[in-house]
C-alpha cells in the first residue's frame, strides 16, 4: 500500500514523496501492516473556504480525509489534490511547511493520527 507524504528537506523546504506500507497474509481478513504506535487522534472539520498560506506541520501525523477535497502544494509549487479515502503523512515540521486549501467549496471533515517518535514507515 503506498501512500503521500510531505517532508522537508536540511534546507527546511518541503516535498512530496511516497511512503510504501509493507502488508503481509493477515489470512481470511486480508492483507494487515504491522502495528505502528500512536499517540493522539484528532478530528477535525475544514471550513469550504479554507486557505491556510505556508506552514510546518505542528507534530508527525497521518492525515486521513472523511469527507471533501484539499489540495496541497510543497516549496517548489508542485501540488496535488487529496479528498475522501486518502492519507497523507506530514512530516514537514519544521522550515516552511506546506499549503493547504480547500476546494470545490466543500467542507472538509478529516481525521489526524500523531505518531510516535519512534513510529517510521
Known sequence: MKIKRIY????????????TINLKDGGPIGLLSEKFAADKIIFRETPADYDFKWHPAPARQLLFILKGRAEFTVSNGDSIELGAGDVLLLEDTEGQ???SKALYNEVRH???VTLDDDTHF
Not at 10 to 15: I, L, R
Open 97 to 99: 511547511g506546506h499549503c
Open 8 to 19: 522537508n528537506d536540511n534546507e527546511g523546504k518541503s516535498h512530496f514523496g511516497e511512503v
Open 110 to 112: 478529516s481525521i489526524f
